[in-house]
């Protein structure tokens, strides 16, 4: 059984996609975004982890205010939420090799090796255990 004691660690999950609209379409999450200081000009790298887009609150120089972003890093990601024997758990695929796998073996039955996460939504004290995965095996 999939529990809490199990985040951070890599697990390995048997399941089906008994629905396909649970299948999202890939789509472009941003990871990091760089800003400059207009006081100063020093450059500020803020990883982006959450759905929201953080930047930064003050400069080292004191400055408080609107910092200019100068660029951003971007990954490919898709998801899917997989029954088990447990229930039901939302997988992410992260990588292009990991989707484009996914997108051949879309068969009924999948193994999903990855990490165990939760997934919080912000101000809110109810989350999700979630997998990044690693590795997709067809079993179909």
Same mark, same amino acid.
């Given at each position: 059984?999939?529990?809490?004691?199990?985040?951070?660690?890599?697990? &390995?999950?048997?399941?089906?996609?008994?629905?396909? *609209?649970?299948?999202?379409?890939?789509?472009?999450?941003?990871?990091?975004?760089?800003?400059?200081?207009?006081?100063?000009?020093?450059?500020?790298?803020?990883?982006?982890?959450?759905?929201?887009?953080?930047?930064?609150?003050?400069?080292?120089?004191?400055?408080?205010?609107?910092?200019?972003?100068?660029?951003? &890093?971007?990954?490919?990601?898709?998801?899917?939420?997989?029954?088990?024997?447990?229930?039901?758990?939302?997988?992410?695929?992260?990588?292009?090799?990991?989707?484009?796998?996914?997108?051949?073996?879309?068969?009924?039955?999948?193994?999903?090796?990855?990490?165990?996460?939760?997934?919080?939504?912000?101000?809110?004290?109810?989350?999700?255990?979630?997998?990044? *995965?690693?590795?997709?095996?067809? &079993?179909?």
């Amino acid at each position: 059984m999939i529990n809490t004691e199990q985040i951070d660690k890599n697990i &390995e999950v048997e399941g089906v996609i008994t629905n396909l *609209a649970k299948v999202s379409q890939p789509y472009v999450v941003i990871t990091l975004m760089k800003f400059e200081c207009p006081n100063c000009g020093s450059i500020l790298s803020i990883m982006q982890e959450r759905k929201k887009i953080r930047s930064p609150n003050r400069c080292s120089c004191g400055w408080k205010g609107d910092f200019k972003e100068i660029s951003k &890093e971007l990954r490919e990601q898709q998801d899917f939420i997989m029954t088990t024997t447990d229930g039901e758990i939302k997988v992410y695929l992260t990588t292009k090799e990991l989707i484009e796998s996914f997108q051949k073996k879309r068969g009924s039955r999948l193994t999903v090796k990855g990490q165990l996460k939760d997934e919080f939504i912000k101000k809110e004290n109810k989350g999700i255990l979630v997998i990044i *995965a690693e590795e997709i095996l067809d &079993e179909s």
